[in-house]
């Protein structure tokens, strides 16, 4: 299997959320389908047939998540540097057309939040910058057609 790169941010937060899912979730889940249980005939106990479907919904989590982290190629950032676009720089770009900067930071999938700056590294942008360099000029494939931008900046942080 392929190794996912992840942040040390984005594999902690993960594992933070696995930790909830297995200490607090589960347990809170199983005495709800042990409450239900003691209502009687289970056929129409509608309490127990929505926590079942719940304890399913976190047990698919929880797999999912262990799965994600088993996976993980951690990338500490902050011991990164240099000039060229990699997996976990911070670029700042401007639109060739209308002038406008923006600055993203390129981080695993799991990780990509657009209205917090980050960027999944398999998204056509972050494709495109990638082995670029200040300066350099990219162009993105969008659906509103095709976007030329300029890296300003990069830094690793």
């Known amino acids: 299997m392929q190794k996912v790169p992840m942040t040390v941010q984005g594999h ?3 594992e933070t959320e696995l930790k909830h899912l297995k200490t607090t979730e589960r ?3 199983i005495q709800a389908i042990a409450v239900a249980r003691e209502h009687g005939d289970l056929s ?7 926590a079942k479907e719940k304890q399913g ?12 982290l088993a996976l993980a190629q951690v990338i500490d950032v902050s011991k990164m540097s240099g000039e060229t676009v990699k997996f976990g720089a911070t670029i700042t770009i401007v ?3 209308t002038d406008e900067e923006s600055t993203y930071q390129i981080v695993g999938e799991d990780e990509a939040s657009v ?13 495109a910058m990638i082995s670029k360099e200040v300066g350099d000029v990219f162009e993105v494939i969008a659906p509103g057609g095709s976007k030329g931008y300029e890296i300003l900046n990069v830094s690793y942080k």
């Not at 129409?44 to 929505?50: F, G």
């Not at 047990?59 to 262990?66: D, H, S, Y």
Request: charged residues 35%; hydrophobic residues 35%; glycine residues 4%.
């Open 12 to 14: 902690a937060a993960l």
């Open 95 to 97: 639109n060739e057309d």
């Open 27 to 29: 347990p809170e889940i």
């Open 115 to 127: 209205k917090d700056g980050k960027i999944s590294v398999t998204s056509p942008i972050a494709r």
């Open 57 to 68: 919904f976190i047990e698919g989590r929880i797999k999912e998540l262990e799965s994600k």
């Open 44 to 50: 129409e106990n509608a309490e127990y047939h929505a």
